[in-house]
């Protein structure tokens, strides 16, 4: 393979007119109207959109311990073919990577394979119990180098705790990611609480239990002068609880993220009683749905997370009750972001680079991720034929796992082509 | 009718013929010295319970034996369920096996929806006996029928559902089936004890008992579950039974045609005092004795009907 790629007539940010872009070296070389000398890659690119590569802050990859339902090949290949060049690998595997050697292992896994770059997400507390630290720094310090904490799956409920791993956490400057979910309020819990659980059956989470965590995380991270990131925001609520936390923020940084699919499915899906429908925090109503796609246009949901949860059939396969929450992402987010944000016309595509790549990348401070498209710049690198649909099919995806919500839909907004530091990763939804 | 998971969406007039098909079953076998009909002879019906329930497994059971179907029990203790196998892979073998009809209770709400769409390709019938919060629709058919024999009919009658609505499958599924054939429901519970959305539902509300008896023609008390009186749903035994509880006074409150219901079982006393439970406005054993011939009629609307026609 050539180690020069031409990109020829794509427009960068879908703006302006066409322009090739070389690539060379791991780097963006040259922009305008280029020839291609001998031996460069070319890639044709009329009327497709080039961005900088996507970067997901909150990923599942399995890996060490359900390596059935994906490991960190399999999901880097579903990321590289979603268009992500970037990932964070959450801390929920078995064993829990709260310590040095299971962040290290996952970070080597990822760097072993070479599709995306793989951060692995520390916990927070030791097992995810929520009782005692984790050891934050020796993990910050590894070679791994964390940049995100989370018990996600989890809160960190204890507010004396939560208080203590937000001060702790300055010292190193990282984020801490939180699940926000007040446990004594979704015990049992099924569905969003509403008409239509009650209708079915179901035990309700209701959007306080999120809600209420948010407001309480918000006034401990200003207390701290931490850096808080509230994971897969899910209702209207806790939307308008970050516009009073960001307006009013004193020492505290803030950031949220929401997932493609509370952007698009609603509380509606459940009367199926698949539980390819369940996640946690549940789908929610078409109100809250609208009103996350309006902060996300309006920055007050900084960015989009898929919350990518693969999990094998016979999880899946059985009782909503017993089911493990949780649906497939990398490799159709931007296929629902396109369907629920540039078609509708709350973002453009530049917005669609800042809420999938830029402002992950900030969020993170990956110094790599998320640049500007400028010669010199990393070539992280998304090409998207934005007129292109494409249909879903569990099986077709590269996960090990295949349960997608979107099964057999049509969707908007392909993935052409990905490039991490100058190389191909996917292409034409194929791997390299 | 294929299957019976709910009485939400279920189509009142067959919902009607069943409640027809039941209480000519109940003549037909009226003063009998055999109860046995030949009509499902040689059809395999399997119940199949994940949770504990003598009253409605018997009486399922005995349907199914008045019909001449052969009726196998399985329970989550002794089998394969107990040992951990999945519902999906225990439907696929007991359609691989033979049965007809899977009558299925379970503590997952919706456990008896996905059992039918495993079982769709088998033609196996799938009978909900209760599934989690969700719905119990031959509860509320054989209530339906009681109050039908009693009241002659549920056209413009108003029904009250009191006490543990949020949890109640029953009062689910009695719900839509008394409001499909025009009743008036009333819930009165303790707000903690009411669905989240409960407006959207076609009933009113009450927190007051006492302000709704004069005007109903029926009362049927719900079960409070021992764990609901240590849950906060609401501070004590004796102030639940206080303000929802059915006593003798009260009784005297309801018209005197009102009739008084219990799915069973009961908490005599704190739910609904002895005297009330045995008084001649309570069907509460007439329900029981109902149940057997509407299921026997859901049974034959599922696996005869069509034939017969």
Known sequence: MSDQVLIRGARLYGEGDPVDVLVAHGLIAEIGSIEAAEGTEVVEAAGQVLLPGFVDLHTHLREPGREDAETVETGSAAAALGGYTAVFAMANTDPVA????????????????????????????????????????????????????????????????????????????????????????????????GEIASRLGYAGWPASAEESIVARDCLLAGHAGARLHVCHVSTAGTAEVLRWAKDRQRAGTISAEVTPHHLLLTDERLASYDPVNKVNPPLRTGGDA??????????????????????????????????????????????????????????????????????????????????PLLAGEPANLVLVDPDAEWTVRGTELASLAANTPYEGMRLPGVVTLTLLRGRITAREGKIG | MKHLLA???????????????????????????????????????????????????????????????????????????????????????????????????????????????????????????????????????????????????????????????????????????????????????????????????????????????AALDAVMMLRVQAERMHGGFFPSAREYSVAYGLSEQRLKMLPEHAVVLHPGPMLRGMEIASAVADAPSSAITEQVRNGVHVRMAVLYHLLAGEEEK
Request: hydrophobic share 45%; net charge negative.
């Open chain 1, 98 to 193: 709260d310590n040095a050697v299971v962040v290290e292992h996952v970070w080597r896994r990822g760097r072993e394979v070479g599709l995306v770059d793989v951060h692995p997400v520390g916990a927070v507390t030791v097992g995810l119990n929520g009782e005692r630290l984790a050891e934050l720094g020796t993990m910050a310090k590894s070679v791994a180098g964390v940049r995100m904490f989370s018990d996600d799956g989890h809160c960190v409920a204890d507010p004396l705790l939560m208080r203590r791993a937000l001060e702790y956490s300055t010292a190193l400057d990282v984020v801490i990611a939180q699940h926000a979910e007040e446990p004594r309020l979704t015990v049992g819990a099924q569905a969003h609480e």
């Open chain 1, 290 to 371: 609208a009103r996350l796609r309006a902060a996300l246009a309006e920055g007050v949901i900084d960015c989009v997370a898929t919350d990518h949860a693969p999990h094998p059939v016979q999880d899946k396969d059985c009782e909503w009750a017993v089911a493990k929450p949780g649906m497939l992402g990398l490799q159709t987010a931007l296929s629902v972001v396109t369907e629920t944000m540039v078609r509708t016309g709350l973002l453009d595509w530049r917005g669609v680079a800042r809420v999938m790549s830029e402002r992950p990348a900030e969020i993170a401070g990956l110094p790599d991720q998320g640049r």
């Open chain 2, 7 to 213: 009485t939400d969406g279920l189509d009142p007039r067959l919902a009607t013929a069943v409640l027809d098909t039941a209480d000519e079953l109940k003549k037909t076998l009226l003063g009998r010295e055999v109860r046995k009909l030949p009509t499902l002879r040689g059809r395999t019906v399997v119940t199949l319970f994940y949770e504990n329930s003598t009253r409605t497994r018997v009486s399922f059971e005995i349907a199914g034996k008045w019909m001449s179907a052969d009726v196998i029990n399985v329970s989550s203790g002794g089998s394969s369920v107990g040992k951990g196998e999945s519902l999906r892979d225990t439907a696929l073998t007991l359609a691989a096996a033979g049965a007809d009809c899977v009558i299925i209770r379970h503590p997952a709400s919706g456990a008896a929806h996905r059992l039918a769409g495993w079982l769709a390709e088998s033609g196996t019938a799938v009978v909900n006996a209760g599934d989690g919060m969700h719905e119990h629709p031959t509860q509320a058919l054989l209530d339906a029928a009681t109050l039908r024999e009693r009241l002659g009919t549920l056209s413009g009658r108003r029904v009250a559902i009191v006490g543990d609505v949020l949890h109640s499958r029953v009062a689910r599924s009695n719900i839509h089936l008394l409001t499909a054939l025009g009743a008036e429901v009333v819930l009165v519970a303790p707000p903690t004890l009411l669905p989240v959305g409960v407006s959207a539902l076609p009933v009113t509300v009450s927190h007051e008992l006492d302000a709704e008896l």
